[in-house]
């Protein structure tokens, strides 16, 4: 069994990594995440089927998704090379604040696969006073995926009062780097998270993660492409496995040209102002 599903874990992830063991995945948790108010830039995107048909048109490595969205738009991704990623945790803006440093378990590892899944994610959020019941859930997730040899994504975002009053922000790099550091040592495959500001301290989170690939969570919509584009190559620089990207995608009018750099950063190590510039960006 232990060599079965070892197996089925390592082919799963090889569907979102090219062989440069990098991956660009395009993140659509939003509507859920922060709210369908995400999409006001550019409102045709909130269908599913429309943004999908475009990422992966533009050669995208995987996506990202709560398991409605890939039912909605699942026959976007029949026969199409993308990984499929299907997030089993999420919490709304609209419940009370307090209780917004709390992800849920809105799914199943079983739904996932029906869905064609090729790996399962979930958010912890460290520091919270809810840290615990997310650890839980994420351990509970990953085991069964683990069995069923379905490789399991760690969100770790440090999040929570004292890492405020103790460093400031929680982009801080030391807690970046426990946050990371927590994941691979629950035994995720991938982590997800905030970049630390410079190459060097983000260089320190993929060292602390010993291995399991680190990808940036993308952030809001930069107003000049170039900016994020040079954000990206930092990760890489900074030996970061490739980025998971929301808003500067689906909130451009015309995605593609910016997952066509995206994509020549990320595989290619090419300059940010060439990659821009070659694809009519600049
Ligand atoms: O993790 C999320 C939200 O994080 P957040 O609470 O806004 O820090 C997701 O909704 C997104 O998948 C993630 O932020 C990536 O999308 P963009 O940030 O690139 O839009």
């Known amino acids: 069994m232990e060599a079965y599903n070892n197996i089925g874990i390592r082919r799963r992830l090889r569907r979102f990594f090219r062989r440069d063991g990098r991956a660009l995945i395009f993140a659509m948790d939003h509507g859920f995440e922060h709210g369908p108010t995400d999409f006001e830039e550019n409102w045709e995107h909130i269908n599913p089927k429309i943004i999908i048909r475009k990422v ?3 050669g995208i490595d995987g996506v990202m998704m709560l398991p409605g969205i890939a039912r909605i738009s699942g026959e976007e991704l029949v026969g199409k090379d993308v990984g499929l990623m299907i997030k089993l945790t999420s919490k709304t803006e609209l419940r009370p604040k307090e209780e917004w440093l709390m992800q849920d378990q809105l799914g199943f590892v ?9 790996a399962v994610a979930a958010t912890v959020y460290w ?10 859930q994420f351990a509970e997730i990953a085991s069964y995926a683990h069995d069923l040899g379905y490789p399991v994504v760690q969100f770790a975002y440090p999040r929570g009062p004292y890492i405020n009053e103790k460093y400031g922000k929680k982009e801080d790099y030391r807690v ?8 691979a040592e629950m035994g995720a495959d991938m982590i997800k998270t905030y970049w630390t500001g410079s190459r060097e301290t983000f260089a320190k989170v993929v060292d602390a993660a010993s291995g399991v690939p680190v990808l940036l969570s993308g952030g809001a919509k930069t107003d000049n492409p170039l900016d994020f584009l040079k954000l ?7 030996g970061g496995s490739g980025a998971v990207v929301g808003r500067n995608i689906f909130q451009r009018e015309n995605p593609e040209p910016m997952i066509r750099a995206l994509l020549r950063v990320t595989h290619r190590n090419e300059d940010p102002e060439e990659a821009a510039k070659a694809e009519g960006l600049l």
């Open 127 to 136: 520091g919270s006073p809810y840290e615990g019941a997310m650890m839980r």
């Open 232 to 238: 990206v190559w930092e990760v890489i620089e900074a």
């Open 176 to 183: 970046v780097m426990y946050g990371a550091r927590a994941a």
């Open 110 to 118: 079983e739904d996932a696969i029906k869905l064609g899944a090729d």
């Open 56 to 58: 992966i048109r533009a």
